[in-house]
């Protein structure tokens, strides 16, 4: 059964830091781009990144980019995103996904960032 | 980017009724479409894959049909288990984008 588990959300103040995890399992990590979405409090749901089955790729969208990294560790099954400078409107749940093609197939129960001061 | 207008943005129906929920895309995207139903408090779960593929474990009462640039996700016989929101997400392109959803309700 796939199971993917985020970690890693709570308040943070604007413009500080935060990393999430992302814990894979029941499939084969490493045979798989995965991806971040986010859906903002009450609000439909909005891509934030992807990488590629073995880290060489990476794709943001424009209002990431520069600000967020996503990353993979295929030894740990796991998935990351770094996000510095947060901002007010990076406030929402963030899900993992595995991805189908560009599809997201499998998603994880979410972690929640809120950013204020 | 590519917008996907979806509609309605709210419904209300009653059980074993036919639901149609629509999405249209501001440009060709071929069969680049999925459509994901998310229950309240839960994350969304792929339903519908390249237009009309249905996903894995998805009852067969649920089907997606295109038009053109015009995409349709249908609910057979409403059951109780399908309350919840609906969105569409178009893959043709990044960044791939979302319909803004559709909340579905029981009569």
């Known amino acids: 059964e796939v199971q993917l588990v985020e970690s890693g959300g709570g308040l943070v103040q604007p413009g500080r830091s935060m990393k999430l995890s992302c814990a894979a399992s029941g499939f084969t990590f490493n045979n798989y781009d995965m991806a971040w979405v986010c859906q903002a409090p009450k609000k439909g749901l909005e891509w934030v990144a992807t990488?590629?089955?073995?880290?060489?790729?990476?794709y943001y969208r424009d209002s990431v980019k520069g600000r967020f990294t996503i990353s993979r560790d295929n030894a740990k099954s796991t998935l990351y995103l770094q996000m510095d400078s947060l901002r007010s409107e990076d406030t929402a749940t963030y899900y993992c996904?595995?991805?189908?093609?560009?599809?997201?197939?499998?998603w994880g129960p979410g972690t929640m960032v809120t950013v204020s001061s | 980017d590519i917008q996907m207008t979806q509609s309605p943005a709210s419904l209300s129906a009653s059980l074993e009724e036919i639901v149609t929920i629509t999405c249209q895309a501001s440009q060709d995207i071929g069969n680049w479409l999925a459509w994901y139903q998310q229950k309240p408090g839960k994350s969304p779960q792929l339903l519908i894959y390249?237009?009309?593929s249905l996903a894995d474990g998805v009852p067969s009462r649920f089907s997606g049909s295109r038009s053109g640039t015009q995409y349709s996700l249908k609910i057979s016989r409403l059951q109780v288990e399908d309350i919840g929101s609906y969105y569409c997400q178009q893959a043709h392109s990044n960044p791939n984008t979302f319909g803004a959803g559709t909340k579905l309700e029981l009569k």
């Open positions: 990488i590629s089955y073995d880290g060489s790729s990476t």
């Open positions: 996904a595995k991805q189908l093609y560009w599809y997201f197939d499998f």
């Open positions: 390249d237009a009309t």
